[in-house]
């Protein structure tokens, strides 16, 4: 009985999800009522989350962990999935998928989001990672009369319960040679002569290098971000990342961590296939969602670049490197969502044409936003950055350093382009002036942490190195 | 003294900036507002310099006024100091940012608060760059005047400025990612980046060649030299006159100071090595640009080719390695610094004019026009080296310096003299002497008082460093000696250790 203390957000989240189930049903017309209990019930659980003890504490059979880094990952989630929901309410309410399943299936995907964080043992892990890809799965296809949407859901659907089924297949692999699902037993018989568990290994990194969208397993991303309602492209871009870097970082430092030689190139390779995949793709796209997709390959490659060293200073930089893209992409979705005039909403770039004439404002942070996702500094970008090569370079991996920087300057000049089109063109017709004060703020939010983190970046990076503590 | 004044002169710019961007009223007050805002804060930076050089230590090599706060924790401190070069930068700096200003204010006519907003954040990067004494600092601050500079291009920029604007940002930006890697390289060999620990720490032989060319990549595109230059032209073509100014006066002495702070300081027996390379590349600069800018069309053009030929004699100057030739490279650079500026200015003036910047669409200016005759022939000679004027002092001490180390040297690069003096005069003799090309010349007025202020300013400057060069020469003197010395030392310990 006194486990369940350490899984009270998981079960105050079931309820809540299971409540607002109810509430939506029986309640005629309740979408704002449940949309609203759900930001709130995101930040009640992030109360409950940071409540939870600070000290590693491992129940069920060892077989669910609350430690630092679970709990920063947690926070993490909840409260960029509160910023999505916060972010994309305009969104919703005019593209007709204003529904109460919405809201709901957010929270029930996070839930398995944060399961998979918390997850000790494979088939934990496994079961969180299936009921997020469910949730997921719907929520591309949610705005049903619409061609792009129903593509883009069986597209993510198909391909990713092949990728699922390869995860599950090398779970099975570890567990038939190493003889448990829990991760320290695997890792204590886990050695380089086991081969028939390091072909496990690679199953396992496959099915979650489709989850990050790493190339070459990148090949759904475009089309599901681009087809997606964009308030769905946004919780794609953002929430389930960290679950799935989160689950990376505890897969490669907890079962996997005496191979670290087998696993090592695989993680070099996805790393600079993406970087430069995500840097050459995206120049010739127009669509700003297709470009974004593009976009969040090539960060997932710097992240994972960060992985590549196998040192803690390495994991610490990749938590970084995800941290500040997920303010970065919340402002860069931010943009977009203001992209709309008289209820409809733009997606292609040179809809944003003269921008800095029309709304000089939105049109600064959208520069600040580009430029920090070109990693130019001061701003923010650049550090996430600086801190995967300063990982990278001390243990002299320099091919992948010069690899990572040479796309680091193809990129911007993607994002250039953007800058110029807002720039330096002619103005077009304006984009109205967003009344929606919750958009709002998470712009204006993302917008200053980006500009003002030069001024003591020792605050994330304290932060981070704490948790990485054992 | 405990107040923070090489902070206080970085950061006034960029709140001068915050200011004139909350500021909300009607569009007229605004522009007005915006206007002094930034006038009051450049003026208030140039003077508070000068306080900073009046107080200012020439009787030591040490790094003066050092501040340090914690940054990066465990990492990185925010670091900075000035030493007798640096502070030369500082008032070139604040000295050129206000004639700008006052430029933009009397040409830009769109964009006015942006403009202004553009230009004091580009002058706190450069100033960061002159006074940063750690290389994370140092980096973030040379990299991050692409932006505004990107910026004041592609909006205010001519018809092409697009494609100047994307060139500038992405030949600069892919030198300094190298820099970025020999950055983190020497943090991970030596344990930190704070340059005057650095100073005293000798990095192993082995690696310094490679790093010297990270170093070099960046400043050698910033700079630039031939074969790394073509930038140059296209951005100081298109870049509106205040542009061209901070382009051609501040950013390509960033790689110089540069040059001479890490390049000689930090790697003395690559900087060896490589010093044939160095004049090789310099004397193909001086030489081959000199014979561009002849045949040019285009008076931007021109002046942007001569300034890749006088970075030329800059580097030759620096990596002689003699005291006279330091000491005349940073001369050459102040006194560029001036001219060039002049110069753009000087084509800025007919430009707001005509909207022409054809040599061939000018001609007989003289007649209509004879301050600015005058004027822009006192920067013509200055350009071409006459004595009398900073130009000279400049490049006759780089020569001396560099006979004594390389006689072949300094007999090609002073062909560049004569060259200098062929396509300026020539450039002079088409656009003021001669015909009127169009009957639209008749109707161009002379300058107005606002130009009339800030050429007499750099007339003065120009002509003050020309006959008692002193004061540079009283500032920068221990700084140099000590940079010498220092290079000396380590690289005959360098020799030992090879020898053993």
Redesign the interface.
Known sequence: MQTIVYILPEIFLSLAIMFLLMLGVFIKKSFKLVYLLTILSLIFAIALVLNQPNEIVKVFNESYIIDRLSIFMKVLTLLFCFFVLLSSKDYIKNNNIDKIEYPIIILASTLGMILMISSYDLIIFYLGLELQSLGLYILASFKRDDERSTEAGLKYFVLSALASGLLLYGCSLIYGFTGSTNFEIISANLDEANTGAVFGIVFIIVGLAFKVSAVPFHMWTPDVYEGSPTSVTSFFALVPKIAAISVFIRFMYVPFVNVISQWQTIIIFLSIASMILGAVAAIGQSNIKRLMAYSSIGHMGYALAGLAPGTNAGIQSTIIYLTIYLVMNLGAFGCIFMMKRENIFYENINDLSGL?KNQ?MLALSFLIIL?SLAG???LAG?FAK?HV??AV??VKM?AL??IG??T??IS??YY?RI??VI??DKPKKPFEESYDWGLKISLILSSILILTY?I???IL??TISSILIY | MNFPILSAIIFIPLIGALFILVTKEEQKAVVKNSKYVAIFSSLTNFFLSIFLWYSFDTSTSEFQFVEEK????GFINFQLGIDGISILFILLTTFITPICIFSGINSIRFKLK?FLIAILVMETFMLGVFCSLDL?IF???F??G??PM??II??WGGPK??YS??KF??FT??GS??M??AI??I??ITGTTDVIKLLDIRIPQEYQYLLWLAFFSSFAVKLPMWPFHTWLPDAHVEAPTAGSVILAAILLKMAGYGFMRFSLGLFPVASDYFTPLIFTLSIIAIIYTSLVALMQDDMKKLIAYSSVAHMGFVTIGIFSLTKQGLEGSIIQMMSHGLISAALFLCVGVVYDRLHSRMISSYGGLVNIMPKYAFVFMIFVLAALGLPGTSGFVGEFLILVGTFQINIFVAVLASLGVILAAAYMLWLYKRVIFGKMASSEIKEMADLNKTEIYIFASLVFLTLFFGIYPEPLFNTIDISVSNLIDNYQTDLNFYLVQTNN
């Open positions: 800095s000089p430029f130019i500094p001061p650049f600086f090569f300063m370079i001390e320099y350093a010069i920087l040479v680091t300057v911007a000049f250039l800058i110029k720039y330096f030069f003591y970046p020792s990076v304290d | 914690n940054w990066m924790e942006e994370v980096y973030l601050f990299e991050g692409l932006i990107f910026l592609g909006i400025r697009v604007a994307f940002f992405l930006l892919l990612v190298l970025l890697i983190i390289s943090y991970w």
